[in-house]
């Protein structure tokens, strides 16, 4: 390969102008010749007995150039990338100039590249961390979620209450007629839940075991077609009643549903466990708030190839995972009333933010010439092993450590940004509320 030009175009575009020498071309010419020849057909000669000469006479000349040059352009563009010293981002726009064996083959490449970019400040950043504390209610609120956890259910004798839960048949009839879709047999619903339309559950209230009855409802408007806004008769089987018993909230049910022996000590382990969470959460807030400021100062002419990358990506892994519950993305396309480039165009928003992102954090890295260690790859492939419980020299096996050293260095780059700015740490507004743990 020789590269003979490489000039810069708008919007992080370059056009590459590289050549494939002669006696390479001619080679490869020949071996596409000794596989493909077989296939043509010529006149007075047995299917792939008809010399070379006499196929490129009847089928043209260059028969056998593109499949020559598609077999050495691989090869041949990324060393030719390598040469320029540019990092290509997107698909390559190709131009076969000139080709022939005595002369070699000259191609034009027009392709995205990885941007250059300007960073701003991203040392002394002024931030506020808003530092929150756990309140007494989530706790009391988390032991309640453990005394539903524990709670015994019983049957109710009598009428059923708000918070029973019940078990019942039922079918659903428009004008007399059944509809699709309106009937099951010995439904758990836990009445007050809201899980049915407005008024099914409050008119199971006060019935008891054993009855059969009628419950008259009005869907709602914006319910699906064809029962939207319409009246509607469920008849109702009630087979059985039950209601959940609090354990109580005391020593022996912190023992049961923890490794403590006192509630105290429970409610302090609840109470430690959920603060890191906050605290977790309280340290993420200003690390996205740094990186935003870091980003608003950047300056550089993204191109669409690399939204269009990660789009890609973020589109693969949602197949991939929607796959692992047992359903394709066609279907779930289908069952969102989504085409699949509608799909993909909502992950946009998404993907920008992480590419400028990424580029503001590796112009970081390299203006503090931030590099990831022996050590720290050494202790990520640790982590990913543990994490996956597969031995480290299998994940060696499988990580890009290209790509692995250049996430680490990123992440580095925060901790840098972070290390170097200016947080000040303040209370939450009265009004403003404790974060939801993830």
């Known amino acids: 390969m020789n590269l003979i030009k490489c000039e810069k175009l708008e919007k992080s575009m370059v056009e590459l102008q590289f050549s494939i020498d002669a006696e390479a071309f001619k080679a490869e010419v020949a071996k596409v010749f000794k596989t493909e020849g077989k296939k ?46 540019v990092e290509a981002v997107g698909r390559p726009e190709v131009t076969v100039d000139s080709a022939s064996e005595q ?128 009246d509607a008769t469920f008849k109702i089987k009630l087979h059985e009643v039950k209601y959940k018993e609090l354990p109580a909230l005391d020593d022996e049910l912190a023992k049961d549903c923890s490794e403590y022996d006192t509630l105290e000590e429970f409610k302090e382990s609840i109470r430690k466990s959920k603060q890191e969470q ?15 400021q870091v980003v608003e100062g950047m300056e550089a002419e993204i191109p669409q190839a690399m939204y269009d990358t990660r789009m890609d990506e ?65 202790a990520e492939i640790k982590r990913i092993a543990d994490q996956y419980k597969m031995e480290e020299d299998k994940v060696r096996g499988l990580v890009n450590m290209d790509e692995l050293k250049k996430d680490l260095a990123v992440n580095k780059a925060i901790d840098f940004v972070k290390s170097h700015a200016n947080v000040t740490e303040k209370a939450p507004e009265a009004d403003e509320e404790t974060p939801a743990a993830e």
């Open 40 to 85: 043509y057909t010529v006149q007075g000669f047995r299917k792939g007995k008809a010399p070379r000469s006499l196929i490129e006479k009847v089928y043209g000349a260059d028969v056998f150039t593109y499949d020559a040059i598609n077999n050495l352009f691989p090869a041949e563009y990324e060393a030719a990338v390598a040469a320029a010293g």
């Open 103 to 230: 002369d070699g083959v000259t191609l034009t490449v027009k392709v995205a590249v990885k941007p250059e970019v300007k960073i701003g400040a991203y040392a002394g950043l002024n931030v506020d961390k808003v530092v929150h504390t756990v309140k007494e209610s989530e706790i009391e609120d988390e032991l309640k979620r453990v005394q539903e956890r524990a709670a015994r259910e019983m049957t109710r004798e009598g009428a059923a209450q708000n918070g029973d839960i019940v078990d019942i048949d039922f079918e659903g009839f428009q004008d007399g007629v059944a509809f699709d879709g309106g009937k099951a047999e010995h439904y758990k619903l836990t009445l007050g839940s809201g899980s049915f339309i407005p008024g099914f559950e409050d008119q199971v209230v006060g019935h008891s075991a054993g009855e059969e009855f009628d419950i008259n409802v009005t869907f709602p408007t914006e319910y699906s077609e064809p029962l939207a806004g319409k």
């Open 278 to 292: 906050l605290d977790k959460q309280d340290d993420l807030a200003v690390e996205n708030a740094l990186v935003d």
């Open 314 to 378: 973020m589109v693969n892994d949602f197949a991939y995972r929607v796959e692992q519950q047992g359903l394709s993305l066609d279907n779930y396309l289908k069952y969102m009333g989504q085409t699949l480039e509608q799909f993909r165009a909502s992950f946009m928003p998404q993907a920008e933010k992480q590419v400028k992102i990424r580029l503001a954090l590796e112009a970081v890295a390299n203006a503090e010439n931030i590099a990831a260690s022996d050590e720290d790859v050494d």
